[in-house]
């Protein structure tokens, strides 16, 4: 079971950059991970993804402005968000999906999410 813990969220100004964090409890690089985010009244939605080779995926709204990583000595992933826009205003979920170890049970984890408000 690998516990996901997600941070940096606040407040911000449009234009503005924020870098979120997820501290995981197992062996991030063993797993594919990624970002979602859950505006009000909307659905949750994909927002990067990184795989355990290194590729990654981006959301067309959010190309060119987050930046998705993790540094693996310290399991924990980040996004790194630049010009900000108020729309992208959401709680911000990481994820992670795969298997810690050879016999272990496929997993599909979350965070709690954290609050990103942009805002004037």
């Known amino acids: 079971q690998v516990q996901l813990v997600e941070s940096g969220g606040g407040l911000v100004q449009p234009g503005g950059s924020l870098r979120l964090s997820c501290a995981a409890s197992?062996?991030?690089?063993?797993?594919?991970v990624g970002w979602y985010r859950q505006a009000p009244g909307k659905e949750r939605e994909f927002v990067a993804a990184?795989?355990?080779?290194?590729?990654?995926n981006y959301a067309d709204s959010v190309k060119g402005r987050f930046t998705i990583s993790r540094d693996n000595p310290k399991n924990t992933v980040y996004l790194q968000m630049n010009s900000l826009r108020p729309e992208d205003t959401a709680v911000y979920y990481c994820?992670?999906?795969?298997?810690?170890?050879?016999?272990?049970?496929?997993?599909?984890?979350w965070g709690q999410g954290t609050l990103v408000t942009v805002s004037s």
């Open positions: 197992g062996i991030i690089s063993r797993l594919n």
């Open positions: 990184l795989s355990t080779g290194g590729s990654t």
């Open positions: 994820n992670a999906k795969g298997r810690e170890y050879w016999n272990s049970p496929y997993g599909d984890y």
